[in-house]
Each structure stands twice: as C-alpha cells, then as structure tokens.
C-alpha cells in the first residue's frame, strides 16, 4: 500500500478505518478515499477538496458525524459514541431515541415533562417543590397531599367517627371534627379531655379509685369524686370526718385523735 502523503500545515481532525475506507477531516470538510490510493499534493486544505481528489470508484460521502462507509441502524457512529438512527444522536441523551432508536420520552399530561437521562426518560415535575409520582401519574406536594403524603402513595386514611386525616408537613395528622375534642392516638378516639373521665386532662388519663362504688368524674380536666367527696390516694373520702385525711388529703390526725368537721380534736 502506498503511504498518504500530507502538505505542510495540514491537521488532521479524525482518522478511522471503515470496511476499508480511509475517513480524513482537513479543518471542517472530509475526504474520503481507499487506504490504498495516496491523496495528491494539490489537495485541498481547510475548505472544499478538489474534484480529482474524490474516489470516482465510491460512491460514498464522509459526513461529519456519521461513520466513513455504510452505517446500519443501529451501529455506533466513530464519532462522540453517537449512534445512527435517521441522521447521528446521542441515545443518552436525545429526548426522540432515548436508550435506543425511536424510543420517544413523551411527556404526560399536566406539569410534568420527560427527558432522556443516561439513556432512560426520567419524568420531572416544572414545579421544583412537587414530586413525580409514578404510581398515581400525577405531580405532587408531599409535604401536604393527603394521598401522597411525605412519600408517594401514602395515604392519609380518616378513622372512623368525628376525626379527620391531613398531611402535615409530610406527615398524617389527625384532628376532631369539633375543635373542643382531641384525638388520642392510643385509644384512637376523639375525647373532651375536661370531661371524658377515661380521658381525663391528657388522653389515656382515667379516673380510677379503689373501689368501684365511688363516683368518680372528670371536671375541668381533674378528676373529682362526687357526694362532697374528697379523692385522696385513689379513693373518695370525706375529710370532714376521715382520720387519715383530715380537713385535706394526707393529713391525719395524731394517736387517738378524731377528725371532727375537718379538725383533729381530742
């Protein structure tokens, strides 16, 4: 094979053998000639090469971005690992051949749009604050989307009854219908904390004596027992009369002293 021969001053871009085919960019126009047939010194330098310069006996053209010789869909192009799918693309990036040829990212209804990433279409939203959630096909806000919330496809499910669920922040929150009840998540109801006696102040606070003869009730959030009843240690006493709770819880008379209307007497 007869060696190529250069001008002085010729660069040369690209060089890449194809079914034996010689490929040569010289500045921004390629030649493309037999490996064995030596380019002339006339050759034209950084513009368009002569007529002579052109193999009469291929009927092939050197394009930039496409690889010298026949290209099958499908193959990778020499140049930038582009590929050949109706003119050269990148498959990792082109939102038409995405991962292959012809495999469209079509984006969905709404406010969201698809792109080729790396060679996959990933779905994002045009609100940065909003998620795409793929189960549900939509965009979302998880810090507040009852059926998407914190992440996709948690659900924020009411209880039976007077409550409602919420998402909060990207959590499910739960609240009474009437404002003057509160949810208590142990007993999974809603109670009136000043006067639900198992409930009594906070949730999970019942209002339990000794004995279950006492009449015991929730008032205000404390539980009190009824009759003019004093609850001291868990039972009802009357502190008028009551030697171990005289006049006030814990307070008992000494020795062999009664506690008569409230006081310790002799």
Not at 70 to 96: R, Y
Not at 129 to 158: P, V
Not at 219 to 224: F, N, Y
Not at 234 to 249: K, N
């Amino acid at each position: 094979m007869d060696s190529v021969r250069f001008q002085p001053g010729l660069i040369v871009l690209l060089v890449v053998a194809v079914g034996g085919a010689l490929c040569i960019s010289i500045g921004c126009e390629p030649l493309h000639r037999e490996m064995d047939q030596q380019l002339p010194d006339d050759a034209g330098i950084g513009g368009e090469p002569d007529a002579s310069d052109v193999d009469d006996n291929n009927d092939e053209e050197c394009v930039p971005g496409q690889p010298c010789g026949p290209c099958e869909e499908g193959e990778t192009v020499c140049v930038d690992d582009q590929t050949q799918c109706e003119g050269a693309v990148d498959l990792n990036s082109d939102d038409q051949n995405c991962g292959s040829c012809g495999q469209i990212c079509e984006s969905p209804a709404g406010d969201a749009t698809a792109s080729c990433e790396q060679g996959s279409c990933e779905i994002s939203c045009d609100d940065p604050q909003h998620t795409w959630c793929e189960q549900t096909e939509e965009c979302s806000d998880l810090s507040s989307d009852d059926q998407n919330c914190g992440s996709c496809g948690q659900i924020c499910e009411s209880p039976a009854g007077d409550a409602t669920a919420s998402c909060e922040q990207g959590i499910c929150e739960i609240s009474c219908d009437d404002a003057q009840y509160t949810w208590c998540e142990q007993a999974e109801v809603c109670a009136d904390l000043d006067s639900d006696v198992e409930h009594c102040g906070q949730c999970s606070a019942p209002c339990t004596t000794d004995s279950q003869e006492d009449d015991v009730q929730c008032v205000d959030g404390q539980c009190e027992c009824g009759d003019e009843l004093e609850l001291c240690d868990d039972e009802c006493v009357d502190t008028q009369t009551e030697h171990s709770h005289c006049g006030f819880c814990n307070n008992a008379c000494p020795g062999p002293q009664d506690c008569v209307e409230g006081e310790c007497t002799n």
